[in-house]
Nanobody
Framework: VQLQASGGGLVEPDGSLRLSCAVSGLALDDYDIGWFHQVPGKEREGILC????????YYRDSVKGRFTISRDNAKKTVYLQVNNLKPEDTGKYFCAADWPLGTDCPRVNRGLWGPGTQVTVSS
């Protein structure tokens, strides 16, 4: 079972990116998938979670209206569209599932994590 985040890069303020989380080895339609953000020297924090019934749970108010999660279960991929990026959005982005213990939104201290993808917002 693996999760692999990709799509990061260097972008100017107010720019956009689409991050992807490719899932293998589990049935994506049975799982909520969370996105987390980490900057050097700080703990990983939850941003939002896309639920298996296509809902969204936000953990960070600052991304509401700017970050949107979607999924394509057939392609086993979850997408995070990030718009109007700000310098404080810089960091590594991780996707995660609460596998093997559960199927709901993952928590920062457990579950299956993939290697992150770096997003740098700078002019």
């Amino acid at each position: 079972v693996q999760l692999q985040a990709s799509g990061g890069g260097l972008v100017e303020p107010d720019g956009s990116l689409r991050l992807s989380c490719a899932v293998s080895g589990l049935a994506l339609d049975d799982y909520d998938i969370g996105w987390f953000h980490q900057v050097p020297g700080k703990e990983r924090e939850g941003i939002l979670c896309g639920t298996k019934d296509n809902g969204t749970t936000y953990y960070r108010d600052s991304v509401k209206g700017r970050f949107t999660i979607s999924r394509d279960n057939a392609k086993k991929t979850v997408y995070l569209q990030v718009n109007n990026l700000k310098p404080e959005d810089t960091g590594k982005y991780f996707c995660a599932a609460d596998w093997p213990l559960g199927t709901d939104c993952p928590r920062v201290n457990r579950g299956l994590w993939g290697p992150g993808t770096q997003v740098t917002v700078s002019s």
